[in-house]
């Protein structure tokens, strides 16, 4: 597996060492939604898109499969998700056999950037804060496009550079304005069929933070030696939220070119 590979599963889930990799699954052991609100990606499908039953899903980094699994309860649809983590992969699939979708839902444990590579024809493929693993926008953008059936959709959920805001951000990354957000979407061949920023409804991450600081404190105690690794995934998790509230939007982008609302 490519050593760039997996400093940007570390940084996608919030860490600047990929040495904190080993101990995400204890660290976020409390979470099944990572990332991603399984709610929010149901409610754009609904509004905007004319998905069939059967219709093909493509979750790429899917964590612990909780977008997958709502979709196929909900929809009927056949999910197949990729992560590199076992133990998310591991979860996902017991979830699934929870939920009573384990026909519909397909989990495997797999390399993204090999998967975009690989899979095509999906109805839909999603993209659920991820963060840079396949590349730059651009990048990101033109290697989703190409997984997708002609007619098929994207859903991406990101965030954009708050308007009037030049502070520079606290934790890594590097966001876009929306405006040129919109410019590389057509550049990748794609069209923005709706976006839902939460700007005026930030979701509260007070509880998942509670929650990731006590499983920190745990690991510093068992591994006394790591304390300041953990102290710093911490202090990147605060950073992140500070962006997100403040200096980020968060949005989810729906991508394609057969819609049942077009863009205004």
């Known amino acids: 597996m490519k050593d760039q590979t997996l400093e940007k599963l570390a940084q996608s889930l919030t860490g600047d060492s990929t040495d904190i990799i080993p101990f995400l699954p204890y660290l976020l052991q409390d979470l099944w939604e990572l990332g991603s609100s399984p709610e929010e990606m149901l409610s754009m499908i609904k509004n905007h898109i004319l998905l069939k039953e059967d219709a093909r899903v493509l979750d790429l980094g899917c964590g612990k499969g909780a977008v997958s699994i709502r979709l196929a309860r909900e929809l009927g649809c056949r999910c197949k998700g990729i992560d590199l983590l076992p133990d998310f992969v591991q979860y996902a699939r017991e979830k699934a056999a929870e939920y009573g979708v384990e026909g519909l839902c397909e989990f495997t444990v797999g390399d993204i950037t090999e998967t975009v590579q690989a899979e095509r024809g ?133 991508l394609g070119n057969a819609l049942k609302y077009p863009a205004e």
Do not use: C, M
Request: hydrophobic share 40%; proline share 2%; charged share 25%.
């Open 122 to 254: 999906y109805d839909l493929v999603i993209y659920g804060a991820v963060g840079n693993v396949l590349g730059s926008q651009y990048e990101i953008l033109k290697a989703l496009a190409g997984t997708v059936r002609s007619g098929g959709h994207i859903l991406l959920d990101d965030a954009y550079l708050a308007e009037g805001n030049e502070s520079t951000l606290l934790f890594y990354g590097e966001y876009l304005r929306l405006p040129e957000w919109k410019s590389l979407i057509g550049e990748a061949g794609l069209k923005l069929a709706a976006i839902h920023a939460l700007d005026e409804e930030k979701p509260s991450y007070a509880e998942d933070f509670s929650n990731i600081k006590r499983r920190a404190e745990e690991l510093s105690k068992a591994y006394p030696a790591k304390r300041e690794l953990f102290a710093q995934y911490v202090r990147n998790q605060q950073d992140e939220l500070a962006d997100l509230e403040s200096r980020l939007v968060g949005a989810v982008f729906l």
